[in-house]
């Protein structure tokens, strides 16, 4: 059988990733050219055309591919395509980041040959919009009193949208902000800072949308995201001081008030199993989350 061409995806890239993205559009945080061409430097991502579909593969932990996406009938190809290719390399065959939807359509084609093991700190927080941006409502009351005593403390308050004229100010306080939380020592927190940075170096090539909260001129909160379909929009980054009470509810609430309403939904990423962030997503009250799980062939 024919060898795949997996490579990493580069900007010249751009077009053909996002093309398929939008033809087959899904909730899940992670199916943009964005998140795909920042983030695989750290998770060894690579991906490839099999059978007019796009798939990405991973060898962080072992070989696994995402889910084929292009037309049904391509993805059936390809994924028998991907079969062939692990049996004869002799691993196992591994799909990741596959969400229900897909492990539905699996299961229609093969039914019981493969399982489905979902996990929790993978899963995407969905918002509806007009709920982040308005915090109506009784189960969101306590947001409310974190805004209102934010504008209280520090009435010279600003918020303005992110542009190549006020990154700079934003990458700084992301140094300073990495100082502070001592990303140095954690690989993951180090992957993560050097996506932020490079959102802020590549803003307006990525063609990226993020607001800027500033109190007495000084930035103190930044956030940045995109569109994932026509009625979801991602937010892929957000930083604020820690020690500055109100600023992460505060740079949540302006941004999507300001720049996000013309999308119904709000995927906030996942927790990544972190305890005080699961608290501050559900505290948030989610419409529903994005499950994704590993498949694997059934043990007959």
Not at 114 to 137: C, H, M, P, Q, W
Not at 149 to 162: G, H, I, M, P, R
Not at 251 to 259: A, C, P
Request: glycine letters at 4%; proline letters at 3%; aromatic letters at 14%.
């Amino acid at each position: 059988m024919k060898e795949i061409q997996f490579k990493r995806p580069e900007f010249e890239d751009r077009e053909l990733i996002h093309s398929y993205f939008k033809q087959y559009p899904s909730r899940s945080c992670e199916k943009t050219f964005v998140n795909s061409y920042l983030w695989s430097r750290f998770y060894q991502v690579q991906f490839a055309i099999v059978e007019n579909t796009l798939i990405f593969k991973s060898e962080a932990q072992g070989l696994a591919f995402t889910y084929p996406v292009g037309e049904s009938e391509d993805a059936k190809r390809a994924l028998e395509f991907l079969k062939q290719y692990t049996e004869d390399k002799g691993v196992p065959f591994v799909l990741y980041l596959v969400t229900e939807d897909q492990f539905a359509q699996l299961e229609q084609w093969y039914p019981g040959r493969f399982e489905i093991e979902y996990n929790r700190d993978d899963a995407d927080y969905v918002y509806e919009s007009e709920k982040l941006a308005t915090l109506s409502g009784k189960k969101l009351h306590a947001k409310r009193n974190h805004i209102n005593k934010f504008k209280a403390t520090f009435e010279d308050w600003s918020y303005e949208t992110l542009t190549k004229d006020n990154a700079e100010d934003c990458f700084q306080m992301a140094l300073k902000w990495r100082r502070q939380n001592g990303c140095d020592d954690d690989e993951e927190k180090n992957a993560e800072m050097c996506v932020t940075l490079n959102s802020l170096r590549l803003l307006e090539e990525l063609e990226l949308t993020g607001g800027v909260l500033r109190v007495n001129g000084e930035v103190i909160a930044f956030t940045i995201g995109e569109p994932v379909s026509e009625d979801t929009f991602v937010v892929h980054i957000e930083k604020a001081y820690a020690d500055i009470q109100g600023a992460y509810p505060m740079i949540n609430q302006q941004f999507v008030e300001h720049e996000c309403m013309d999308y119904k939904y709000i995927n906030r990423e996942e927790d990544t199993g972190a305890e005080g962030l699961r608290k501050a997503k559900l505290s948030y009250r989610p419409a529903f989350l994005v499950e994704k799980g590993i498949v694997k062939e059934r043990v007959q």
